[in-house]
């Protein structure tokens, strides 16, 4: 089916591969919806719409490898084993894919807080400044505390019939579990599509062009920014317009054109220096970038 930019929770599960197995249904699941999946062991590359409610993405069952990207950006790789989740916030839609590594069925469970008990989460935590709160994007991250909240609203799922007040006391310790400790203060009003704060953006790039000839590393540079890869790769490209594995090729490029015209060091010289050792590969960004082959470019200066 064609799959919109943004759908609601009750509708999401539709969009996934696999079969739902089982869900909250009934008017105790107001301000919480959950759902369970069954997926097929190899998934090729499926499109999941954004939802404006704050959701987990939880593995109850068996262990993949799976990969997410943005806008068709480059590819994130995370494993996952039991017990492991995704929580996802508002956004674009986004691309996905994966593969199971062992023989057992593999079964996630989605969870859904609709925003006015996740909003009730954020004063209760930040008061008078839960306007400017945001929840943090996070991959393939493991919470023992959480998934314990998570399997007893599970287990109220597959019930006859839940008792509201019970769902609505663990859906409110989710979500305030969640404001503790994966959401942060930041200058952007919430709803809001966030970029990298300046700051830290500052200090990123400054970092990538004193270790541009060094392989890149999005895991490296999400861990200095404090941010899951899939998080920190999307806000940098809204901050500077292009991925972060883009950015090191044009502070390598530069580089190299700095060097061409001041020095004259060998071609093959100035692409090892700014981190090629195959000069095939270099000339042919450079020329990509400049429209000129290297030792053209110096010729022309």
Same mark, same amino acid.
């Given at each position: 089916?064609?799959? /919109?930019n943004? =759908?609601?929770?009750?509708?999401?599960?539709?969009?996934?591969?696999?079969k739902?197995?089982?869900?909250?249904?009934?008017?105790?699941?107001?301000?919480?919806?959950?759902?369970? #999946?069954? #997926?097929?062991?190899?998934?090729? $590359?499926?499109?999941?719409?954004?939802?404006?409610?704050?959701?987990?993405?939880?593995?109850?069952?068996?262990?993949?490898? %799976?990969?997410?990207?943005?806008?068709?950006?480059?590819?994130? =790789?995370s494993?996952?084993?039991?017990?492991?989740?995704?929580?996802?916030?508002? *956004?674009?839609?986004?691309?996905?894919?994966?593969?199971?590594?062992?023989? &057992?069925?593999?079964?996630?469970?989605?969870?859904?807080?609709?925003?006015?008990?996740?909003?009730?989460?954020?004063?209760?935590? +930040?008061?008078?400044? !839960? %306007?400017?709160? @945001?929840?943090?994007?996070?991959?393939?991250?493991?919470?023992?505390?959480?998934?314990v909240?998570?399997?007893?609203?599970k287990? &109220?799922?597959?019930?006859?019939?839940?008792?509201?007040?019970?769902?609505?006391?663990?859906?409110?310790?989710?979500?305030?579990?969640? !404001?503790?400790?994966?959401?942060?203060?930041?200058?952007?009003?919430?709803?809001?599509? /966030?970029?990298?704060p300046?700051?830290? #953006?500052?200090?990123?790039?400054?970092?990538?062009?004193?270790?541009?000839?060094?392989?890149?590393?999005?895991?490296r540079?999400a &861990?200095?920014?404090?941010?899951?890869?899939?998080?920190?790769?999307? #806000? +940098?490209?809204?901050?500077? *317009?292009?991925?972060p594995?883009?950015?090191?090729?044009?502070?390598?490029?530069?580089?190299?054109?700095?060097?061409? @015209?001041e %020095?004259?060091?060998?071609?093959?010289?100035?692409?090892?220096?700014?981190?090629?050792?195959?000069?095939?590969h270099?000339?042919?960004?450079?020329?990509?970038? $400049?429209?000129?082959?290297?030792?053209?470019?110096? @010729?022309?200066r």
């Open positions: 089916m064609p799959v /919109p943004t =759908t609601s929770a009750e509708a999401l599960h539709r969009y996934a591969v696999g739902k197995i089982a869900g909250s249904k009934g008017p105790a699941w107001r301000d919480v919806q959950l759902s369970v #999946l069954s #997926l097929p062991p190899v998934a090729e $590359t499926f499109t999941m719409p954004a939802v404006t409610e704050p959701f987990i993405v939880w593995t109850t069952s068996g262990e993949a490898e %799976t990969q997410e990207r943005e806008n068709h950006g480059p590819w994130v =790789t494993r996952l084993k039991k017990g492991a989740m995704f929580l996802t916030v508002a *956004g674009a839609p986004y691309d996905f894919r994966y593969r199971t590594l062992t023989p &057992e069925p593999y079964e996630v469970v989605l969870v859904f807080l609709s925003l006015p008990l996740f909003n009730e989460a954020l004063k209760d935590v +930040f008061g008078a400044n !839960a %306007t400017h709160a @945001r929840l943090r994007d996070v991959s393939g991250f493991e919470d023992a505390h959480l998934v909240l998570l399997q007893q609203l287990d &109220e799922a597959m019930r006859p019939r839940a008792s509201r007040l019970f769902v609505r006391g663990i859906a409110q310790a989710i979500a305030v579990h969640l !404001a503790r400790n994966y959401a942060a203060l930041g200058d952007e009003v919430r709803g809001e599509s /966030p970029a990298l300046g700051f830290k #953006l500052r200090r990123i790039t400054e970092w990538m062009a004193e270790h541009r000839a060094e392989e890149f590393s999005l895991a540079l &861990e200095q920014a404090g941010m899951s890869e899939f998080h920190f790769n999307r #806000l +940098f490209k809204r901050a500077t *317009g292009v991925p594995s883009q950015y090191q090729i044009k502070l390598r490029l530069d580089a190299a054109r700095r060097l061409l @015209r %020095t004259k060091r060998s071609v093959i010289a100035i692409a090892n220096e700014v981190g090629y050792s195959n000069p095939s270099f000339a042919q960004l450079f020329r990509k970038e $400049t429209g000129l082959a290297p030792r053209d470019y110096r @010729r022309e």
